[in-house]
């Protein structure tokens, strides 16, 4: 198993699947954090907000990583379907299930250094924009800090999610559709529709865990549960398909 992780850390850091979306990542969630700042400027000069709360929206923004770090995930095992390599990799393992196992460990810690790297970019943001050549000093408080954890939290787990969802789809181009689709529209269109069914919905689940502050969001605790459900489900089917159909 030992060897076989090895060969999946090596393959993670391999070609343009895992600084891509992490670049992209980073440029949607500055312009994000910049426009917060930006605006909320102008609201403390209106006496309308105070720094305390733009702080915590400059640094909420860096949630936007959760997506590209499942994004790499997707495309960490899609590629090799696209590629054809999945088969060399299964034979090279021994096991559909050790291949599996492995691919689940590596990628959950690259979406720990995902995460890692969007908590430190929020709080160079934080203070950056917020500083006082700027115009306006940050304010760190608890609920800062909080945020700041569900950031990282939501964006580890968010790399086995688009994991799963590239085990279950193959198809890369199909996947990343997917993962978008689900964060970017689905999921927000139906909280737009129905916000206490769709509170049980991954993406809107996570949105608790980052402290978006919507009073119709689930409590912590029982969002992670959410999540760590809809992980179960993932995982389940992902490890159930690939271990019944073809490989190629």
């Known amino acids: 198993m030992r060897d076989v992780m090895a060969g999946e850390w090596a393959k993670a850091w391999s070609g343009k699947a895992w600084w891509l979306p992490a670049a992209f990542g980073i440029l949607m969630s500055f312009m994000a954090s910049l426009g917060y700042a930006t605006q909320g400027r102008e609201s403390i000069?209106?006496?309308?907000?105070?720094?305390?709360a733009v702080t915590d929206d400059v640094v909420q923004a860096w949630m936007m990583m959760l997506l590209f770090a499942?994004?790499?995930?997707?495309?960490?095992?899609?590629?090799?379907?696209?590629t054809g390599t999945i088969a060399r990799s299964v034979l090279l393992s021994g096991?559909?299930?050790?291949l599996f196992s492995a691919k689940l460990i590596v990628t959950t810690a690259m979406g720990a250094?995902?995460?890692v790297?969007?908590?430190?970019?929020?709080?160079?943001?934080g203070w950056g924009l917020m500083a006082p050549g700027a115009g306006h000093r940050p304010v760190w408080t608890r609920e800062t800090w909080l945020i700041l954890l569900g950031v990282f939290v939501c964006t580890t787990l968010s790399a086995p999610w688009g994991l799963f969802i590239g085990w279950i789809v193959?198809?890369?181009?199909?996947?990343?559709?997917?993962?978008?689709g689900f964060t970017l529209l689905l999921d927000p269109g139906l909280q737009a529709l129905f916000p206490q069914g769709a509170k049980y919905l991954m993406t809107?689940?996570?949105s608790s865990v980052y402290r978006d502050g919507k009073p119709e969001l689930?409590?912590?605790p029982l969002a992670l549960l959410v999540i760590a459900g809809w992980l179960a489900a993932a995982a389940f089917l992902a490890r159930k398909l690939l271990t019944s159909r073809d490989v190629v």
Request: hydrophobic letters at 50%; proline letters at 0%.
């Open 170 to 180: 193959r198809n890369q181009i199909a996947a990343v559709g997917t993962l978008m």
């Open 117 to 125: 790297l969007a908590v430190g970019l929020a709080v160079a943001s």
């Open 70 to 82: 499942s994004l790499y995930g997707a495309v960490s095992v899609a590629r090799e379907y696209a």
């Open 218 to 220: 689930l409590s912590e």
């Open 45 to 52: 000069a209106q006496s309308r907000t105070d720094a305390g």
């Open 204 to 206: 809107i689940a996570m």
């Open 95 to 98: 096991s559909r299930t050790r």
């Open 113 to 115: 250094l995902y995460g």
